[in-house]
Every structure is written in C-alpha cells, then in structure tokens.
C-alpha cells in the first residue's frame, strides 16, 4: 500500500486545516485507515481511525469535537478536517492502515508526513 498525504501548512490558532491521503496498491475500500501524528521530541499520537465504509470512527480525546475524519472510497481518498487548531496541534501528521481501529493500535503502513503548524 502507498499513501500520500497532504495538505498541511502554517496556519493561525483557532484557524482549520484540511488533510488528505490517497492510497494505492490495494483495494482502498478493504481496509480501516487512520492518522496519528508526531511532535519533535514527543512519542507518536493516535490521533483518528476510519471504518471501510466509514460507518465506525475513533478520536483521540485531545482532538475529539474538533477534527473530523472521513474517507472516500471512489476516490481512494481519505480527509482529516481539522477545526480550532491549537499551537500543541503542531506535528508531522501521518496517514496509516492500522491493525486496529481502536486505540491502543498499531500500524501497517504510513505515508511521508505532512507538516501542521499552528501560530498562538
């Protein structure tokens, strides 16, 4: 599986973000996918988890009610909306295939990262 992620940059606290990842090498509606981020100097963070068709999400609780996972199969195309960015939102975000949906989880495969950082 290849993932390409997307999307980050710099933007102002309280400001939004949308992330994508587009997947190949499989059949994208087979699998649970998912992104978790890294800060420098701080472990990797679950961050969210999508079901197949999308029917069944995860949060973490530090983003719960602010950011929104979604997916679309015809486009192979999974999306991270990210509302009222906080500066401790700042990290390399990583698109994943979990083994799990439900956190405590671990990943198969991951993408390049894409940058998001939030200015106070």
């Known amino acids: 599986v290849q993932l390409v992620e997307s999307g980050g940059g710099l933007v102002q606290a309280g400001g939004s973000l949308r992330l994508s990842c587009v997947a190949s090498g499989r059949t994208f509606s087979d699998y649970g996918m998912g992104w978790f981020r890294q800060a420098p100097g701080k472990e990797r963070e679950f961050v969210a988890t999508?079901?197949?068709?999308?029917?069944?999400?995860y949060y973490a609780d530090s983003v719960k009610g602010r950011f929104t996972i979604s997916r679309d199969n015809a486009v192979n195309t999974m999306y991270l909306q990210m509302n009222s960015l906080k500066p401790e939102d700042t990290a390399v975000y990583y698109c994943?295939?979990?083994?799990?949906?439900?956190?405590?989880?671990?990943?198969?495969?991951w993408g390049q990262g894409t940058q998001v950082t939030v200015s106070s």
């Open positions: 999508i079901s197949w068709n999308g029917g069944t999400t």
């Open positions: 994943v295939v979990p083994n799990r949906l439900r956190p405590p989880t671990t990943y198969n495969y």
